[in-house]
Structure formats: C-alpha cells, structure tokens
C-alpha cells in the first residue's frame, strides 16, 4: 500500500529562523496565493464584513494564522497571540529574531 503523502508546515525550533521564514513563505503560497498575501501586506480586520471579497480576506487572515501559529514554540506564541492580524505577527517574529540575531553577532 502506498504512503500518503503530507505536507506540513516548518516547526521554527529557535535556530535559523531565515530558514524557517523562507520554508514557512513556500509552505503558505502553496497552500493559497491570496493567503500568502495576508501575511506579506498590511491587512485591517473590518467592523463588519458586507461583500464576499471582505469575508475571503478575513477567513484568509486566519487560515494564515492558524499556519503561523502552529509553525512556533510556546515561547513565540505567547509573545505574539494577542496580535490580531497575521501581518502584525509575521512583522513581531521577524523583527524580535532578527534583532535576536543582530544581538548575538554584536556579542562576538
């Protein structure tokens, strides 16, 4: 019998996270462009969702934070589950690790 085959996305274990970054980007705009485009642009929640197109962006938001959120430790999740948009979390991770990285090689 044959092995299904399934696609997960990265778990970011603390290291590398340029590798995480790029495997978790690959890993979202295969699922769906347009939820990719979530996490890349700025995105506000609306009041009220009126049209179609305004719902599709919002269950988009969250279908990306479900990805992210489950690609992270504990550590990561408690620093950024308050945030409401999946862009504010891919800008709070990306900065806290790159600045994290910026400390470490200051340090050598």
Known sequence: ???KFTNKPAIFNGVDFDYWKKMMESY???QDYDIWLKVANVYVIPDRI???TQNTDFENNFKAWNIILNG???FDFDRVSHLATINEIW???ND???WSLNIKELRK
Do not use: P, W
């Open 1 to 3: 019998m044959a092995e």
């Open 28 to 30: 979202i705009t295969s």
């Open 50 to 52: 009126e049209i179609a």
């Open 72 to 74: 992270i430790s504990r």
């Open 91 to 93: 800008k709070a991770l």
């Open 96 to 98: 806290f690790h790159t």
